[in-house]
Every structure is written in C-alpha cells, then in structure tokens.
C-alpha cells in the first residue's frame, strides 16, 4: 500500500504541474494576444486620425483655390489667383504624389536601423469600391496642370515642426509617425444649389439659396510598416459646395 501510495502522489504531482504549466502558458497568450489587440486599435485610432487630417486637407485646398492662396508677405490672400478647381480631361488612374518625401527613400529609425518610405501607389483610390474607374476624373492643379491627388508622411510634417525647438521625445514620435500617410484626391461633382450665411466665404452673404458647384474630396489614413501584411488603410469623404461666384 505505502508503494501504491507514493506512486500516485508522483503521479498526481506531474498532473498538477502539466496543469499549471498549461494554465501559465494560456495566461501568456492572453496577454499576448491583448498587446497585440492594444497595438492594433492604436495603429487603427492613429489611422483614422490621419484619414481625418486628409479631408481637412482636401476640403482647405478647395477652399483656398476659391479664396485665393495665402500670402506671406502681403499677409493677405492673393484675390488674382483665385479660381474654381478644374476637372482634368485625363482619366484618373489612381496614382498619388508624394509632397513632403520620396517614396523608397531610407531614414533613420533608431541608432542601428533604417527604414524606408513606402510607395502607396494607388492603394487609397482602390480602398473605394462605388467608383466608377473607367469614368473618373479629378481637379487639376491650376499651375502644374497635373491632378490633385497629394499624399503626405504624418512624421515628416511633424518632424518640420520640431526642426528647431522640441524635446528628444517628441523629435523621437515625430520617427515614430513616420508609419502613417495621408492622402486625398478631389472630384467635381458639377452644379448644385447652396444656401450661405455668414461672411467666411464672401462679405455680405445671406441665406438666399445660390448657385454652386459641389466637389467630393477623398481622403485616406495609411498605416504603412515594412510588412505589407500589417498595412492598414481608412477611407472617409466628404462633400464641399462652393458658390460660383
């Protein structure tokens, strides 16, 4: 009996021990996993953010070709260069123009790692399934005759903004955010009628309903890492209605 006995404590010794180890080895995946979902929901929050800044973007370029460019020197805008954007005559074939860096271009990381801009190519046209790509065209940049289709690095413009005065920490986010891009791209949609108030657009305006012209802008947050596989993308849009006159 006593052999029998010592036989089973052994036994049951190792069950409890495979137990704990399954137990411990389960209590780390959970933990894992909550990281990872924690990273992810950051990355997705950041992402949405910088789709955000790209409407934004979108909708203020609209409006300062309306408006007329903001001068420096004169600190006013420049009323001769006012305009309604164009529709190019050129299909729109999706691709996005880098403003604030070159896509493949290396950069610091850290001491002992270089990483590279990504090229978004056409990822946030492809990111609309409603449309209609064989029949689309978007505005055109008055001065360089190309489409307005612009894709900025979220890290190099606030990388500019530290270029002078910030702490190590914030210049060290500003690589950080080098992860993300925004981008958008304008559509004119054509006539539409409008009802404005107040004096942001033209002095004296009313609510008598006018004649304008809508435009739809596009905007996209990328989260590009060096894994494709761990890209993300956020589309959104939005429509501006601008009077014609």
Known sequence: MKKTEKGFAMVLALVLLLAM????GALILISSSDHQSNNNSDQYQQTFYAAEMALLAGEQYVL????????????????????LPSENTTKFTGTMFPQNYAANAS?????TRNRKFINTGN?????????IRDDFYVVKNNTTNKDVAYSYNLGVM????????????EKDEAVR??????EYFIERIGPASMKGTGSSIKSGATDAS???????????????PEKEKDRMIVSLESVVVLPKN
């Open 123 to 131: 990822t946030c046209f492809n990111s609309y399934r409603d449309i």
């Open 177 to 182: 955010m080098k992860n993300y891009y925004y």
């Open 64 to 83: 300062n070709e309306k408006m007329g460019p903001w001068d420096n020197r004169t600190l006013a805008r420049d009323a001769t260069k006012k305009n």
């Open 210 to 224: 006018k004649s304008g012209l809508a435009y739809r802008v596009y905007g996209c947050g990328i989260y590009g």
């Open 158 to 169: 606030l990388e500019n903004t530290f270029k002078y005065k910030g702490e190590k920490f």
């Open 21 to 24: 180890s399954l137990m411990g």
């Open 107 to 111: 950069y610091k990381f850290s001491n």
